[in-house]
């Protein structure tokens, strides 16, 4: 069993920062693929970013590149996502998974992620 808790998240104006961070719960968390996953109210989940057990490899929705940054320090078993100029659009609960059948090239798919955060409230006031 992989225990994800999330926290970081918040309330922010328009154009301000957040950094989201999920902590993994075994040793073995450093070789898993990591993801951020979002649900805004009344919508579906929505991929945001990834990254590879090393973070070598990233990837992300276009509605974030260039904003989000997505890193992974195994050392503290802990996954970031540094949000930068955020916008109303970008409130939501934020959630990480964790792919553990995946260490190379991670993939935007939530069923491919077998362990789930419980979330962190995200509000970004226009």
């Known amino acids: 069993q992989v225990q994800l808790v999330e926290s970081g998240g918040g309330w922010v104006q328009a154009g301000g920062s957040l950094r989201l961070s999920c902590v993994g719960s075994?040793?073995?968390?450093?070789?898993?693929?990591m993801a951020w996953f979002r649900q805004a109210l009344g919508k579906e989940r929505e991929f945001v970013a990834a990254?590879?057990?090393?973070?070598?490899?990233?990837i992300y929705a276009d509605s974030v590149k260039g904003r989000f940054t997505i890193s992974k320090d195994n050392a503290k078993n802990t996954v970031y996502l540094q949000m930068n100029s955020l916008k109303p659009d970008d409130t939501g609960v934020y959630y990480c998974?964790?792919?553990?059948?995946?260490?190379?090239?991670?993939?935007?798919?939530?069923?491919?992620?077998?362990?789930w955060g419980q979330g962190t409230q995200v509000t970004v006031s226009s």
């Open positions: 990254s590879s057990w090393n973070g070598a490899s990233t």
């Open positions: 075994t040793l073995t968390f450093r070789v898993y693929a």
């Open positions: 998974a964790a792919d553990t059948g995946r260490i190379g090239v991670p993939v935007p798919a939530g069923n491919e992620y077998d362990y």
